[in-house]
């Protein structure tokens, strides 16, 4: 497959020289990350994404290596560890942490192709770009309606899980269909901020916020004498699984789960075309999974062991009703800026398409900002009704993580190795076995995906049909199904 003529690719940095003084561009195979020199004054660069900057303008190239990594943990942590320590019951204890391990293993392995690919066609900055670069322009409707709606409905997930927050700090206060609007209005007037690196300092006090919030929970869990759901006198049995035989419907939907929370690569591409140096975003990448993996399994085993069955999902609700009301507004800010980075992101995808080669993209024109604002508006308008429509929790979780997430962190990561890849083994074992992993990889990719989406619908039918359900745009408090 070539490469389709509608993206002219411009140079993004100045040959390097090798010491013998031959030409070699830092992006080729033979040059490891830390042999790059460092990145190249901006001032003066065309970038193939957002063109040349302008000192009147926003600096879309302005993301340093941590706040890279603060940006990919936020998109990574969040969400998805509230849904954890339930998957750990339905599952058992030793079966969530081996599946954790394994995810994050081919996840970040399929950040990483995303990384390499990047480097060999810098004029990507979303999974729609990518999917034009393969597949031309049926790839490029696959994968931008694909991308869209993953980054949309995990907004919607935020947007949930707030009206969540500010039912159980108000202890219900009002209707809960006024506390998605105030949300939704939130999310949007800060996810319109321009650049990355700005939202980047939002981002470090809500991961703080999120990790302050769990392991207050953690700690609460330990103290109690008895879970906050079990009952409130007499003997209570936690039922606690060291493994599990759960139906099939709900092993899949706990699955889709735990791939939910692996799944902020889709959102790590378009970090990565917004860092100064880009060349570091594995260092971001290794630390951002390294600190998740061990985050999740710490937290989710703690409050897991504790609670049992008796666990809350999302996992804030498991420590009673004041620890309850504590830690969802010590996360408050975590939750907002999940909705904010996964507004953000397509918001700038659909807005870079719409001006991409015109001078409004880099100069703050009335046009920019009606463009810009109008982008932001029309995706957190569609999460609003994501949130309204499909008011369970875990289950949308699920359905996310299952339909979007695993297509996009599996299916389309191997994808880009074949793309490159195909037709050059050099016949060693090392290249077979990579072909090997990345068919895997694929395989599994669609097993999850179809089977953990019919699981997921199962839960939300569940969902509803369980007492303390809620409905679509209710005023039912959702924090007490929680």
């Excluded at 990594?69 to 942590?77: E, N, T």
């Excluded at 996840?107 to 990507?124: D, L, M, N, S």
């Excluded at 009002?174 to 650049?195: E, G, K, W």
């Excluded at 807005?351 to 703050?364: E, Q, V």
Aim: glycine share 8%; aromatic share 12%; charged share 10%.
């Amino acid at each position: 497959m070539s490469q389709p003529a509608d993206f002219a690719a411009p140079v993004t940095m100045a040959p390097l020289k090798s010491r013998h003084g031959d030409a070699k561009h830092p992006d080729s195979d033979d040059n490891s990350v830390r042999a790059y020199e460092a990145a190249p004054d901006l001032s003066n660069h065309e970038d193939a994404v957002f063109g040349g900057t302008n000192a009147d303008g926003p600096n879309y190239r302005n993301v340093g290596w941590m706040a890279a990594a603060v940006l990919m943990m936020k998109a990574q942590v969040g969400l998805g560890v509230l849904s954890l320590p339930a998957t750990f019951h339905t599952l058992g204890l030793i079966t969530v942490q081996i599946d954790l391990v394994l995810i994050a293993v081919l996840w970040t392995y399929g950040a990483y192709e995303i990384c390499k690919f990047k480097h060999r066609h810098p004029e990507v900055y979303s999974i729609a770009d990518v999917g034009l670069v393969v597949l031309g322009k049926p790839g490029l409707y696959i994968c931008a309606g694909v991308y869209w709606l993953w980054m949309t409905t995990v907004a919607g997930s935020a947007l949930l899980s707030i009206s969540i927050a500010f039912n159980a700090m108000s202890l219900h206060g009002t209707c809960t269909a006024v506390f998605v609007a105030v949300a939704t209005i939130i999310v949007f007037l800060l996810a319109s901020i321009q650049t990355l690196d700005k939202v980047a300092w939002i981002t470090w006090a809500g991961a703080l916020s999120l990790v302050v919030s769990l392991f207050l929970v953690t700690i609460a869990v330990g103290v109690t004498d008895r879970p906050a759901a079990a009952p409130a006198t007499g003997p209570f049995d936690k039922d606690f699984r060291i493994t599990s035989a759960p139906t099939f419907a709900a092993a899949m939907s706990a699955v889709s789960q735990l791939s939910f929370a692996y799944a902020g690569t889709p959102a790590y591409l378009s970090i990565m075309s917004e860092m100064k140096d880009s060349r570091l975003y594995t260092r971001s990448l290794l630390l951002c999974n390294g600190f998740t993996t061990v985050l999740y399994i710490v937290v989710g085993t703690v409050v897991y062991y504790y609670c049992g069955q008796y666990v809350a999902s999302p996992a804030l609700g498991s420590a009673g009703p004041l620890i309850k009301r504590i830690a969802y507004g010590l996360g408050l800010p975590a939750l907002i800026v999940s909705g904010i980075l996964y507004t953000h992101v397509p918001a700038k995808w659909i807005f870079l398409s719409a001006l991409k080669g015109t001078k409004d993209l880099n100069n703050n024109t009335p046009k920019h900002w009606i463009v810009w604002l109008s982008c932001v508006a029309g995706c957190v308008l569609f999460s609003y009704v994501i949130a309204s429509a499909i008011p369970v929790f875990s289950g949308l979780v699920g359905l996310v993580g299952a339909l979007f997430g695993t297509f996009l962190c599996t299916i389309v990561t191997s994808s880009l190795w074949f793309y490159d890849n195909w037709g050059k083994s050099d016949g060693s074992l090392s290249r077979k076995l990579i072909f090997g992993l990345n068919c895997a990889i694929f395989l599994l990719g669609w097993f999850v995906t179809v089977a953990g989406t019919y699981g997921s619908i199962e839960d939300i039918i569940i969902g509803y049909a369980a007492n303390g359900g809620t409905r679509p745009w209710a005023c039912d408090d959702n924090s007490n199904s929680t």
